[in-house]
């Protein structure tokens, strides 16, 4: 079953425009993890925020996380054609035990027009 | 660090042939994941290894899959006696110890086609 939802699930903005990209979840987490997806490609991380932490920055993203509503965001500034993808989140449930196995949502489709 | 690497890349057969799909971790990850990833959706987990252990299966893991890791190092996911459902994306994912565990590492994925 899929934990995470992503919102919007199709994104069109202009090359240098900020994209922001929402996920909610149902259970209680570990962590939540952001990842790309381009074109039929395997996935790779973007960034990790712990259930004690609010706010992270790794170069042009910023993702926040509300343990109270369950939910987090995604912000990608100043964006570049090449972040055209798929975003994911990925949830670490805290009731898996030591396994760490990831439960996603159905994405989020950027376009980033040049 | 060569990442991790799946072979084959793509495979087509027909229904109710076998398949096995190879997935080589990064060399000093001793966690390894399987996952499935359908068309519009994100991927769905299917089983986990620790090391050669094998700890757990999804329930969408039927019978008709198998997943090894003889020696801890690289995995094999069998299907046997295919149907057009399992037509996916099948993806590996491998962890490493301490806080690295928490970060997965995917791989390009195996396109599997069932006609």
């Known amino acids: 079953s899929q934990q995470g939802e992503e919102d919007p699930q199709a994104l069109s903005i202009q090359e240098g425009e900020n994209a922001t990209m929402n996920c909610s979840y149902k259970?209680?987490?570990?962590?939540l993890q952001w990842y790309r997806q381009n074109s039929g490609r395997g996935l790779v991380h973007l960034i990790l925020i712990r259930s004690n932490e609010r706010e992270k920055h790794s170069g042009r993203l910023r993702v926040t996380l509300d343990t109270s509503k369950k939910s987090s965001s995604l912000l990608i500034t100043a964006s570049r054609a090449a972040d055209t993808a798929s975003y994911f989140c990925a949830t670490d449930a805290e009731s898996g035990g030591s396994n760490y196995k990831l439960t996603f949502g159905k994405g989020t489709l950027l376009t980033v027009n040049p | 660090d060569t990442g991790v690497s799946q072979d084959p890349r793509h495979k087509i057969t027909k229904r109710g042939q076998n398949v096995t799909f190879r997935c080589d971790p990064i060399s000093e990850h001793n966690r390894l994941y399987w996952y499935r990833q359908t068309l519009g959706q994100g991927p769905e987990f299917l089983t986990y290894?620790?090391?050669?252990?094998?700890?757990?299966k999804s329930r969408l893991l039927s019978d008709r899959f198998s997943a090894e890791r003889p020696k801890g190092s690289f995995s094999t996911l069998e299907i046997q006696r295919t149907e057009q459902g399992d037509s996916a994306m099948y993806l590996c994912?491998?962890?490493?110890?301490?806080?690295?565990?928490?970060?997965?590492?995917f791989g390009p994925g195996t396109r599997l086609l069932v006609l």
């Open positions: 994912a491998s962890s490493g110890r301490g806080l690295a565990r928490e970060t997965q590492y």
């Open positions: 290894f620790q090391n050669e252990a094998q700890l757990e």
């Open positions: 259970t209680s987490i570990n962590n």
